[in-house]
């Protein structure tokens, strides 16, 4: 399939300096009935700038482009890498494309139906073109019922050691017309039962306008009651957490206060149960935003 995604890489649009600048990713969001591609999803970059293509097989077998990414659409380079998120669990994946530079990968979410290619990702203007918000986006199952929801922060930041970030990160839940802001959240951070404590070490920092106390929800497993951890101690800053030592296999949400929490904090995670269990860790502060 990779000869047939770089053949039909956008020269009209993309001016890659050698050929090691024609970078391309892709997906494959259809199959026949045998399962040979149907509808492939693919990004190029030329090191600089991207584009987005939708390749459709033909009654012939051969492939054609049926969707440019329309030029208001900003997609940056350098490089590019996509994967699949059935966001509202429809059964119709999602395509989530990365264009990853050197400090972030800007995230852009998409999806194609008979009606053409759909733009979910919130964005904002520059100089009449629209910029993604979503940098380094990642997927969580925050609910157990329902959507999953999309995390990401909107700026690059590079904080000095005790210096309190500039911006939280963003919750996005799927709405009628793309991803729409739910939240703001100062961390959400992933544990597994096979990574030893030492390892599942997490570190986040309050932010400008954080005041305290943090709540920390903490989501045991997977939707339907799998993947759940038998036991859980949570160290804030070395100091065990009161309350995380009664999450258990019948426990899915649990809500966790921190009155005093520091400006950069270390969240260490010590978990029992079966090799995939797992534990999400939401980190809020009080300042309505």
Do not use: K
């Amino acid at each position: 399939l990779q000869p047939v995604v770089d053949r039909f890489y956008p020269t009209d649009r993309l001016m890659p300096a050698g050929p090691v600048d024609r970078q391309s990713c892709h997906a494959v969001v259809s199959s026949t009935a045998s399962g040979e591609p149907l509808v492939v999803v693919a990004a190029y970059t030329d090191r600089t700038a991207g584009a987005i293509r939708v390749l459709r097989r033909g009654p012939d077998g051969a492939f054609a482009v049926a969707a440019d990414s329309p030029p208001a659409w900003l997609l940056p380079g350098p490089r590019c890498s996509m994967q699949l998120e059935d966001l509202e669990a429809d059964g119709r994946p999602e395509v989530f494309v990365y264009f990853e530079g050197r400090r972030s990968a800007t995230g852009w979410v998409v999806r194609w139906d008979d009606a053409g290619l759909t733009n979910l990702t919130p964005t904002r203007s520059r100089d009449g073109r629209d910029v993604s918000l979503l940098l380094d986006p990642v997927v969580y199952d925050l609910a157990h019922e329902g959507p999953l929801r999309v995390i990401a922060a909107r700026e690059t930041q590079n904080t000095a050691p005790g210096v309190r970030a500039s911006s939280p990160a963003y919750v996005y839940r799927p709405g009628p017309s793309g991803l729409v802001e739910e939240q703001a959240i100062l961390a959400v951070m992933g544990f597994r039962a096979d990574v030893a404590a030492a390892s599942n070490l997490r570190v986040f920092r309050l932010v400008t306008d954080s005041s305290p106390p943090l709540t920390l929800r903490v989501i045991n497993g997977a939707r339907g009651g799998t993947r759940r951890v038998e036991s859980l101690r949570l160290e804030l800053n070395y100091r065990p957490l009161e309350g995380a030592g009664a999450v258990n296999a019948a426990t899915e949400f649990t809500t966790l206060t921190v009155p005093d929490p520091q400006i950069e904090n270390r969240l260490t995670a010590a978990l029992t149960g079966a090799p995939d269990a797992i534990v999400i860790v939401l980190v809020e502060d009080a300042t309505p935003r």
